[in-house]
């Protein structure tokens, strides 16, 4: 476990330079880095409303295969903070003062999951996109033989199957498979 103040100076484009504290914690979690590093913030400045994870109320950094690719990336847990922690203090700055985020939002929760997957898939709905998630749960060669989930009547291998293959490099076969049924449930 790391805790102390965290010292954020930023700016993002043209947008404001922040220079303020956090006080924050972050645990590594047995099987580090196959696992996230859960990272807390303790001064009680972000509130629940700003992406928050339910339960522990540990900070939501983001769509959780992204923070995986960067754990592939790099496992050093400064890394990390400085590619998740520090633009999601930053963009907590701007909510905090009543301010438009300037880096844009991923909805919260699974709607915001399948959006991500749909823009970063070049699939026509989040329908499509589980469908997606499930064939990247399978080995490759045999999802290539599927049909593509845009509808295009074209085997996937014909079709989006390099807009897949990226993701096969962040997470497992396992993690893929597990994630579809999660998202299939909160889809419901
Ligand atoms: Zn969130
Ligand atoms: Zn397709």
């Not at 922040?18 to 972050?26: E, H, L, M, Q, S």
């Not at 769509?63 to 592939?72: A, D, N």
């Not at 033989?145 to 079709?159: D, K, V």
Request: proline share 6%.
């Amino acid at each position: 476990m790391i805790a102390g103040l965290f010292h954020l100076d930023a700016v993002f484009g043209n947008h404001k330079h922040v220079v303020t504290d956090f006080g924050i914690r972050v645990e590594l979690r047995e099987g580090y880095p196959v696992s996230l590093p859960v990272v807390y913030e303790t001064c009680g400045r972000i509130p629940k409303t700003f992406h928050k994870n339910a339960g522990g109320q540990s900070l939501c950094l983001g769509v959780p295969v992204l923070l995986y690719r960067q754990l592939k990336l790099s496992p050093s847990v400064l890394d990390y903070l400085k590619a998740c922690l520090v633009p999601y203090l930053y963009q907590a700055v701007f909510f905090e003062r009543g301010d438009p985020l300037p880096l844009g939002e991923i909805a919260h929760g699974s709607d915001g999951v399948l959006d991500f997957y749909a823009l970063e898939l070049h699939m026509p709905s989040h329908a499509a996109v589980i469908r997606c998630i499930q064939l990247l749960g399978m080995p490759r060669l045999t999802a290539y033989e599927e049909p593509c989930p845009c509808n295009s009547g074209r085997l996937l291998r014909q079709c989006h199957s390099h807009f897949l293959d990226k993701f096969r490099e962040y997470q497992s076969e396992a993690w893929f498979r597990r994630r579809s049924r999660q998202l299939v449930t909160s889809a419901g």
